[in-house]
Structure formats: C-alpha cells, structure tokens
C-alpha cells in the first residue's frame, strides 16, 4: 500500500475552552481536537478561516460556521454529522431526536455512538445532543466543557444543573 501524498495542515489557537488543534486537508476542515499546549502552525486558509470563525463564535458575533468540510467517516456517521450540524445555536436535541432528522430513527445508539465519533465539535454542535432522560450525556472535550458550551449558548439545561 502506497503512503498517502495528501497535504494535511493545522492551526492552534487559545480559547475560551482552552487550546484547539485545526486540522484542515486542502479540501476542507478535517478535524477540531482539545489539546492541553500550543505547537508550531503548519496552516492554511481553510484553518485559517476556521480559527476566524470560531473567534466570533467564542465573541457572540457568530451562531452558524460556514467552512468546506472534508470529513472523514462512514456513510452512516457522515450522514449523522450531517444532521447534527443542523441543530440550532441555542438548542438541545435528544440522540432520538437526531436519530430521526438522520432518517435512522430505530439506531439510536449507532447515533450516539457517531455523535461520540463527531471529529469537529463546536462547529458540528455534538455539545448541544442530550440523553433521552433529559440527563447531560457524554462529550469529547469532557462534560465541563459541554456544560460550558450550554450555558454560553443559553441552552436549557439538563437536568442536575443550573
């Protein structure tokens, strides 16, 4: 097997959460991770564009992220991500709730499973996904920093919180 010849770049900037890591191929935002320290950039315009954007998300200037995405995923988890971008600044959903927008609505937890899996959280909002119960759920940065995404964007909050 021939190794990949494909451009991979990545940006890092300070946030209100803490460090993220863009990751962008030539076609599209590939990946957004929380990172514990900042590194040397190696970017783009796309990460670029990203960085920008995330900013004004962070300053209250921007609810919908307009980037190409190059997402890497299975069809099934691409079309979940897919629905999960269309959830609404503001707004919680359940993971049946998004298992039905996604047109899967009996693989509740093979959503949840692709929620979990979501490669760029913030602007793929996986933060805004509750459990059917009305209880937190998971999240990939950790529940504080979902917590903190909630009560920034003025979500309702789970139960157990306030």
């Known amino acids: 097997m021939q190794a990949s010849k494909e451009k991979l770049f990545h940006h890092y900037i300070s946030s209100s959460l803490g460090y993220l890591l863009i990751q962008c191929s030539e076609k599209g935002l590939r990946s957004i991770d929380f990172v514990s320290k900042k590194d040397l950039d190696h970017s783009s315009d796309i990460c670029k564009k990203t960085a920008q954007q995330i900013f004004e998300f962070f300053e209250n200037k921007r609810k919908h992220f307009e980037i190409p ?94």
Do not use: M
């Open 69 to 162: 995405f190059d997402l890497l995923g299975t069809p099934f988890h691409i079309k979940v991500w897919q629905s999960l971008y269309q959830v609404k600044f503001g707004e919680t959903i359940s993971y049946s709730e998004l298992a039905r927008n996604a047109q899967s609505p009996k693989a509740v937890r093979a959503v949840g499973n692709a929620v979990g899996k979501n490669p760029i959280p913030i602007i793929v909002p996986c933060h805004r996904i509750i459990r059917n119960d009305g209880t937190i759920g998971g999240y990939s940065g950790g529940i504080e920093k979902k917590i903190w995404l909630l009560r920034f964007e003025h979500c309702k909050l789970p139960k157990g919180f306030s």
